[in-house]
């Protein structure tokens, strides 16, 4: 695999660099009032940290729909905070958690009661992309900064993009998916594809990523499947994706959003005879809880992501074993990105006090983040993530337990795909099923 691995760098390496260009030549401003005047030559101390309470509002479904992986990913954040102490640099972390139950005028009216009766200072989450375009909208008129652990929704680190909204542990839907679509027709050697994607907003990113990156690298799309959130009865799509691949595909991408679509659609697709060698799953429908209702039936099972649990590297096995330990699970991404904000917003408190405001939204912006449990993460001016996409495959470690092993890597991966961010951000047409970016 080692070969596979080396020419998914390189090439992605050459294909992104100017989004990464981009971003590592953003240079800081002096502040405000600052002094033209030559410095003196007498010698100086360095200004005291400032102390004190950072005040919390973490919004996430913990009922509902969306309950297991809004939970998820209140539980990384938690955890991150157990393991490390809620105490960083003389500044308390003080958490308030509320359930916005995945609806948007729950989502607000909680934000309202976080900000106005509690006074918190930031507000991470919501988990859905509805619920976080409602909270973002109220944050931003205020200046409050609104960390994302999870939300992907494209627009909002695009056409509707806001100074102090920031992606902190995912990525944008098609940003995710654009290196599986690479990968397949490259490395992969796959010529002819179906997708089988949820139809709404998630779906259709989730959708276009891949299919920009098959043909942009040569591949033809045959035939896109469109599947209602709401599906529960996933043997009809089963059935279209097995014909599609008798009549002359030879892969299938399936987007899913995350909890029962990724186990409903793989129960029915190998129910029916289905073979697992021509999937390839995006994050959600190959998330661990996939992997925990399907067993070893799933072994070999192939997904992008931008997280990989079996990744071996020091931070993410450390990451993985404390969550087993504390949780009785492999962590997925809800937990994932739950932690990895808090262990974030602990670095850049840790190195410059307290931060409230736009001071902290441009002390994570500006941070480099080269060992964290996903790889090294910077951010660009939209304040949306950039680091590695791996191409995973299911295998069971030692300890018994199935795991998303990258086989491939795609270091650096922007949200404009590696073609640089057009002059106006916010005339970008959002996707839908009609353009997929063919």
């Known amino acids: 695999m080692m070969s596979s691995k080396m020419s998914a760098r390189g090439r992605w390496a050459a294909f992104a660099g100017l989004g990464v260009a981009a971003a590592l030549s953003l240079t800081a401003c002096a502040?405000?009032?600052?002094?033209?005047?030559?410095?003196?030559t007498a010698p100086t101390s360095a200004p005291d940290k400032a102390t004190g309470t950072l005040k919390v509002g973490f919004l996430s479904p913990t009922s509902g729909n969306f309950a297991v992986a809004g939970q998820e990913m209140l539980d990384g954040w938690n955890l991150y905070w157990e393991e490390n102490g809620n105490e960083v640099g003389g500044v308390t972390i003080e958490t308030i958690a509320e359930d916005d139950a995945g609806n948007p005028e729950t989502a607000l009216t909680k934000a309202h009661k976080?900000?106005?009766?509690?006074?918190?200072?930031?507000?991470?989450?919501?988990?859905?992309?509805?619920t976080a375009s409602a909270v973002a909208s109220y944050t931003s008129e205020l200046g409050i900064p609104n960390l994302h652990p999870v939300a992907a929704s494209n627009d909002m680190t695009q056409q509707n993009w806001n100074e102090f909204t920031v992606?902190?542990?995912?990525?944008?839907?098609?940003?995710?998916?654009?290196?599986?679509?690479?990968?397949?027709?490259?490395?992969?050697?796959?010529?002819?594809?179906?997708?089988?994607?949820?139809?709404?907003?998630?779906?259709?990113?989730?959708?276009a990523g891949f299919v920009q990156g098959f043909v942009d690298n040569g591949g033809e799309i045959v035939q896109q499947i469109w599947a209602p959130n709401t599906t529960t009865d996933w043997a009809?799509?089963?059935?279209?994706?097995?014909?599609?691949?008798?009549?002359?595909?030879?892969?299938?991408?399936?987007?899913?959003?995350?909890?029962?679509?990724?186990?409903?659609?793989l129960t029915a697709?190998?129910?029916?005879?289905?073979?697992?060698?021509?999937?390839?799953?995006?994050?959600?429908?190959?998330?661990?809880?996939?992997?925990?209702?399907?067993?070893?039936?799933?072994?070999?099972?192939?997904?992008?992501?931008?997280?990989?649990?079996?990744?071996?590297?020091?931070a993410t096995r450390e990451f993985v074993?404390?969550?087993?330990?504390k949780l009785g699970i492999v962590p997925g991404?809800?937990?994932?990105?739950?932690?990895?904000?808090?262990?974030?917003?602990?670095?850049?408190?840790?190195?410059q006090g307290l931060l409230v405001g736009s001071d902290l939204v441009d002390a994570i912006t500006?941070?480099?983040?080269?060992?964290?449990?996903?790889?090294?993460?910077?951010?660009?001016?939209?304040?949306?993530?950039?680091?590695?996409v791996y191409i995973r495959e299911v295998e069971k470690g030692a300890d018994g337990l199935l795991y998303n092993t990258p086989i491939a890597e795609y270091l650096a991966v922007d949200q404009w795909l590696g073609k640089g961010a057009p002059a106006d951000v916010r005339a970008i047409q959002p996707y839908d099923q009609t353009h997929q970016g063919l």
């Open 236 to 265: 009809g799509y089963a059935s279209q994706v097995q014909a599609a691949l008798a009549g002359g595909a030879d892969i299938a991408f399936i987007a899913t959003a995350g909890g029962a679509p990724g186990p409903g659609f």
């Open 366 to 388: 500006s941070f480099t983040f080269p060992d964290s449990i996903f790889g090294e993460v910077t951010w660009d001016e939209f304040n949306n993530t950039i680091m590695p």
């Open 269 to 314: 697709y190998l129910d029916a005879g289905g073979d697992l060698d021509p999937l390839l799953l995006n994050c959600c429908a190959a998330d661990q809880g996939t992997l925990r209702a399907m067993g070893d039936r799933i072994l070999g099972l192939k997904s992008v992501s931008y997280w990989a649990e079996g990744r071996d590297e020091p």
């Open 167 to 207: 992606r902190t542990g995912s990525m944008a839907g098609t940003q995710s998916t654009y290196p599986g679509g690479v990968w397949a027709a490259t490395d992969g050697g796959y010529k002819k594809a179906v997708t089988l994607c949820h139809d709404y907003s998630f779906g259709w990113e989730s959708c």
């Open 333 to 351: 991404a809800y937990i994932a990105g739950g932690y990895m904000t808090a262990s974030l917003v602990a670095k850049v408190i840790e190195e």
């Open 321 to 325: 074993d404390a969550t087993i330990a």
């Open 31 to 40: 502040p405000p009032g600052a002094s033209t005047e030559e410095p003196s």
């Open 114 to 130: 976080l900000v106005e009766q509690d006074g918190v200072d930031i507000i991470v989450g919501p988990l859905i992309a509805s």
